[in-house]
């Protein structure tokens, strides 16, 4: 079992930036991918962001592209997503996932933390 247990989130206006952060304990490895996803109220869960156990691969949804960063502190097994130029649109409930890189789907999840940007 992995647990995840995120931090960070608040209320912002646009234009300013939060840093999550996402704390890994338990069977952690090496040959896990980590991600970050959303939901805005009323819609599906979304991919944002996700980066490699090892920190040497990333990807980006479209919307993040430019705007976000993934990265991880090995020694403290903690994913962070920082977060710049935050639009009213970017508010919604954001979730740290894990998976093995053999797996498309993420099996284990924290419980979620709100980002809330102020027009």
């Known amino acids: 079992q992995v647990q995840l247990v995120e931090s960070g989130g608040g209320l912002v206006q646009a234009g300013g930036s939060l840093r999550l952060s996402c704390a890994a304990s338990?069977?952690?490895?090496?040959?896990?991918?980590m991600g970050w996803f959303r939901q805005a109220p009323g819609k599906e869960r979304e991919f944002v962001a996700h980066?490699?156990?090892?920190?040497?691969?990333?990807s980006y949804a479209d919307s993040a592209k430019g705007r976000f960063t993934i990265s991880k502190d090995n020694a403290k097994n903690t994913v962070y997503l920082q977060m710049n130029s935050l639009k009213p649109e970017d508010t919604a409930v954001y979730y740290c996932?894990?998976?093995?890189?053999?797996?498309?789907?993420?099996?284990?999840w924290g419980q979620g933390t709100q980002v809330t940007v102020s027009s």
């Open positions: 996932g894990a998976r093995s890189t053999i797996l498309t789907s993420y099996n284990y």
């Open positions: 980066i490699t156990w090892s920190g040497s691969s990333t």
């Open positions: 338990g069977r952690t490895s090496s040959t896990y991918v």
